[in-house]
């Protein structure tokens, strides 16, 4: 199961034209270039969560490669309905802070500041971020492989396409480019820890109350305006305007429209989410809007060093979006899952044990063959069935046994009835195995929701990276075993 987004069948046809082109890159005088896309079959795209299409790839004047990726039915379950449009770096070698806007167009009517991205205002949104390929990618400090925003309902724009195209124009102004060097992350968390101005895409800790912010609260900033409403990459004046929205629950109090205006000069002090200095802050905030999440916070606000960023290399917070799982796991539920066993173990995994690891190349190609794309963090869940040497019968129907017995499984089933067995059926030829030494064999908890070895086969043990080991959210759940 594809944790972050499993992207399903789509067949777009995509075309682009080159709209107008600026002159070369001057740094802190970037000029706009903009491009238009157009997605001939918008009604036959999945309409599925987190199902994406890319755009053919096209140039700035600097010879950086771009494409956009459309979510036709959402990034992912909190957004489904929704049509996602993000813009993306395709360079490996290079990180560019950049500002755009997006406009899409369905015959007569078009949309380029959805009201949850600007308040209501009707114009132009744009958007700010450092894009850096995936390894050096930081949210919290605005850096990122993709970004975006979701624009309106599917519903609307398949309504007023009636057939046509879908069109979508971009306008990039790239601020500055600069080569890609290894640990460009880490530099720019301890340069963000350490720098007052600040910068579009990234996130920051009221250090006080506000008319628009509360102490404590975490804030992203959307983009950055001079007053005359141009685009800027840092705010540098009292009288410059920032576009932010809160990026945990708030307070019951501070509960709003959001992004909100809100001039640089009229808000308290804006500090890194990694600064010690902004911890106590955030405790306090934390306890008030929720309890969990001040439980969560206080473990982060107690130690040394940033965690949140160096706890990355030993274990990582994963969301469920799909039911193959269940009913171990459902859609939305929260695990933490750690990394240091994967790392050191010696021995085998045991039957029974959940595991996160890489897809494996077979995986990916039943995937690329459906049309779609597995990103480079993308990490699947499964329960290991079976071990080096064991015997694997495959039945008919997608029934396993392992020694000639069922594997094990959790007590509580998930609901068969909700599901549709037909694919997995087709998909799981009947076939017997001997389990390969350092590859394991691992099924879904649910079997009519679940592509898994049955179809693709083992997985190597150099994939696991992580074992799930306890869900977060929600609060009261059943232990993961």
């Known amino acids: 199961m594809l944790l972050t987004a499993l992207v399903v069948a789509l067949h777009p046809r995509l075309a682009i034209r080159r709209a107008s082109r600026s002159s070369a890159l001057v740094a802190l005088q970037p000029q706009d270039e903009s491009f238009t896309l157009s997605f001939a079959d918008f009604d036959g795209l999945a309409d599925t969560p987190g199902a994406c299409a890319l755009s053919t790839p096209f140039e700035t004047a600097d010879a950086s490669r771009w494409c956009v990726v459309l979510y036709p039915s959402g990034v992912g379950a909190a957004r489904a309905g929704k049509v996602g449009v993000y813009l993306r770096l395709l360079d490996e070698r290079v990180e560019i802070d950049a500002s755009f806007d997006f406009r899409l167009r369905a015959g007569r009517y078009s949309w380029s500041s959805p009201a949850e991205c600007r308040g209501g205002d009707s114009s132009p949104y744009w958007c700010g971020m450092t894009f850096t390929p995936p390894a050096e990618a930081v949210e919290s400090v605005g850096r990122c492989h993709d970004w975006g925003f979701h624009a309106c309902d599917r519903a609307d724009i398949s309504h007023a396409l009636g057939g046509a195209p879908l069109e979508i124009d971009v306008t990039l102004r790239c601020w500055e480019r600069r080569d890609l060097r290894q640990g460009a992350a880490a530099r720019a968390v301890a340069a963000q820890v350490q720098r007052p101005a600040v910068r579009s895409g990234e996130v920051r800790v009221a250090m006080g109350d506000g008319a628009d912010v509360v ?63 902004a911890q106590p802050a955030r405790v306090q905030h934390a306890a008030l809007a929720d309890g969990f999440a001040f439980l969560l916070t206080l473990a982060l606000a107690i130690s040394p060093l940033p965690i949140g960023f160096v706890a990355s290399q030993f274990g990582s917070v994963y969301v469920i979006p799909t039911q193959s799982m269940a009913a171990t796991l459902k859609v939305n539920d929260v695990v933490v899952a750690e990394k240091v066993s994967a790392k050191l173990r010696a021995g085998e995994l045991r039957r029974g044990e959940l595991v996160l ?125």
């Open 215 to 277: 102490r404590g609260a975490e804030y992203r900033v959307m983009s950055v305006e001079a007053p005359s409403g141009e685009p800027k990459w840092a705010a540098t004046a009292a009288d410059d305007v920032l576009w932010i929205r809160p990026t945990v629950r708030v307070a019951p109090a501070n509960v709003r429209d959001w992004p909100v205006r809100a001039v640089a000069g009229a808000l308290p002090a804006l500090a890194s989410r990694f600064d010690p200095a």
């Open 357 to 481: 690891f890489t897809p494996p190349p077979a995986l990916q190609a039943l995937v690329g063959e459906a049309g779609g794309r597995i990103g480079d963090r993308d990490l699947f869940v499964k329960r290991v069935a079976a071990v080096a040497g064991d015997r694997v019968e495959v039945q008919a129907g997608g029934s396993v046994l392992v020694n000639g017995a069922a594997p094990p499984r959790q007590p509580a089933a998930c609901d068969a009835a909700a599901f549709d067995n037909q694919r997995i059926e087709e998909l799981a030829t009947p076939r017997q195995l001997v389990v390969p030494r350092g590859a394991y064999f691992v099924l879904g908890d649910c079997a009519p929701a679940s592509v898994d070895s049955r179809v693709w086969g083992t997985v190597d043990k150099a994939a696991v990276v992580a074992r799930p080991v306890a869900r977060i959210w929600p609060p009261g759940g059943p232990r993961i075993e």
